[in-house]
Every structure is written in structure tokens, then in C-alpha cells.
């Protein structure tokens, strides 16, 4: 039996070719453009995800704005320890209060007790947690997520060989998913790896080895991933979340791609984006698709694999009936009762589930509640208590 959507494709096929026979103008967007024939390819081309959304209009490219790589970037992408010699000191202003001056201190010499730890030959694990537990310098961020999380050893010895063997896992694994998913192309097969334009639908063809409910809504909700930061704007950016969301979701068919998901990567695409940048605060001032396309595969796939072993613990959020949530709510409701019972009586006379509105909460990780730099910080203290279970029950 068709569903609706192939129905309202056959409708939208009907009334295109009725325009086309009467000499009618082009068709029209949803946003009441007129959509030149390429596009119009494109619409037909993507089935259900054109009908959701419009053609996609991303921000020109432009020069970076004070954002610059390192370019000692190669030496970075081979081992994130090669960075933590390039931490440089601001001096300390002229002028500067006591208070000042015992800030700046303390900054440089927390900075370089995590430097210590980081350059050992056999990284000191629980020193590092309990140092990361009070949030951990931006200069130092990005390899100490991805320690905490397991997808860095604490070994220096097999770093280097780790990171080879997992990115080239992952982006093996997209380049097999998306060839799957231009079977039947008229075009060459693009991987859809760190091209800002490789789509998986981007050359013609229906793509129909795709699971398309899954990247419906994938193509859905990325563009709408903190749309009032500048960096998620860019086409680069989206078509890497894309890729990272989809891949995983194959992966985990027990609970698939699921809404709040495509929230919880992009912490980890911003900290790894920023290791390879002199200034750390990418989330304006630049386009990702200006950078070398090595450096945007490792950031893609670093963010795939620690995103991996963030939901590993946390899977049972996102399965049917989500009852890792359900047992989220319950103990907020519970810890609500011992702490403010008066509060909590209250909502209850008021017929307040608390469902209602921690629900979200729980399900991205406060990601719509609170700035991507807050959940960044918050961040680094939920990645302490376990490597594969973060300590986000209970906020």
C-alpha cells in the first residue's frame, strides 16, 4: 500500500508535468521562491526530505576572521599531544589588580598540572578525572574528552596507531553506507567525507540503498541544530553532523536515529574543531569548508566515535518506551520530594507531571536549556565519573 508521502510525490509529479504542458512558470518553493530547474532536479532527487524542507541556503564563504589553523595542524592530527607544547601564557596586563594576578597564576598553573598529566607515557587516569572534575582549560579540552571517554588510550605508545585505525574505520564506514545509497546513480559515487557538497543524494539518482526514514529525519533536524550559532549554518557543518547521525544510527538499529541526538554531537564537533584553530571560539568568524579536508575527516570522526561512547551508556534513553528517561524523571521527582516537599506537593495538587517538562532535560542533556560554551563546561564534569556512563542523571 504507498504510503502518503509517495502519493503526494505522485500529486506533486502530476501538477509539475500539467505546468510544464500549459507553459506554466517553474515550480514553486515552500517559501515561495521559483526554484530553477537544477533545483527542481534536486527536489525530485530527494523524495520526502525536499517536501520537509527547502533547498538548503547556506551562508557564503568567507575569510576567516581572525580564526587561523595551526599550522602545526598535521602534527595535531597525527597525536593531540603534539598541541599541548604549543599552549602559550598571555602575559599578565600591565596594571593588573592582585585579584588579577592571582587569577592569572592559577590559570597557568592549573594549565600545566593538566599538561603534565596529559604528556606522560602512561596517562594517570583517575588524576586526571579528579582534576577535570572542577571543568578543565580549553586548551587542553579536546584530548582529555576523548581520554575520559575511552576512544584515546592512556598508552602514548598506541595512540597514534588508535586514532589511524578509527578514523579510517569511520570513514570507511561512511563511504560504504552512502555508495550503498547512490546505487543507481547516473554520477560517480561521493562518500559524502568532508565535501561541502556531498550530499547523498547530491548526484542523480534515488539513492534507494539509504534507509530513508532514518535520513528523513536526520536531514531534518540538522539544519535546525543551534540555528543561532554561525558555525552550524554552514553547509560543511551540516553535511558532517548528516554523515556522524546517520552512520550511528545504522549502527544502533535498536533505537535508530531519534530527535535531541543530532543536539548531543555538537559539543564534541566544536571542542574538536577548535584544537586545530589558534583561537578556540569557533562558533563565529569562520567556514568549516575552508579548512584541509584532513583535518575536517578527523574532526568528523573523532566527534562519531565519542558520540558513540557518550550514548553507549545512555542507549536505553533513546530505545522503545525510553526508560532511561523514565527512570531520569522518576528520580527527579523523588529528589524533588526530599528536598522541597513543599514544591513538590504543590505540583502535584497542580495536576504538574514532571514528565512535562524534564522530559527534554533529560532527553539532550539540557543542550535547549542552556549555551553550547555552558553544556561545554557542564560537560567536562559528566564525562568524569565514568568513561561509558556520564553522570548526568541527576543535574
Known sequence: MPSISSMRRKDQRIANKKGKDAGSARPEL??????????????MDNGDVAEVRAIPSYPSAKAIEGKILRPQYKDILRDPANSLHL??????????TSKELEAHSAR??????????????SINLPELRDSAWS?????????????????????SERRVA????????????????????????????EAGIAGAGSAPFAKGGRGRGLDEAIWHQVSIDVPRTNPHLELYSYEATQRSLERILYVWAIRHPASGYVQGINDLVTPFWQ??????????DVESGMDPGQLPKPVLDAVEADSFWCL??????IQDNYIHAQPGIQRQVSALRDLTARIDGALAKHMENEGVEFIQFSFRWMNCLLMRELSVKNIIRMWDTYLVSHPNHPSHSLL
Do not use: C
Not at 515552500?30 to 537544477?38: F, L, Y
Not at 597557568?108 to 607515557?121: D, E, P
Not at 558513540?308 to 551508556?313: A, E, F, N, R
Open 135 to 155: 571543568g578543565l582549560p580549553s586548551e587542553v579540552r579536546a584530548m582529555s574528552w576523548q581520554i575520559l571517554l575511552g576512544y584515546l588510550p592512556t598508552s
Open 271 to 280: 571542542v574538536f574543531l577548535g584544537q586545530y584553530i589558534t583561537d578556540p
Open 108 to 121: 597557568t598553573g592549573r594549565i600545566n598540572k593538566f599538561k603534565k598529566v596529559l604528556q606522560a607515557s
Open 162 to 189: 588508535t586514532l589511524e585505525r578509527k578514523r579510517k574505520e569511520y570513514l570507511d564506514g561512511v563511504r560504504q553506507a552512502f555508495e550503498r545509497g547512490t546505487a543507481g546513480s547516473t554520477g560517480p559515487v
Open 87 to 96: 599552549i602559550s601564557h598571555p602575559p599578565v596586563p600591565p596594571g593588573a
Open 30 to 43: 515552500r517559501n515561495g521562491n521559483s526554484a530553477p530547474g537544477n533545483l527542481a532536479t534536486w527536489a
Open 308 to 313: 558513540t561512547k557518550l550514548l553507549d551508556g
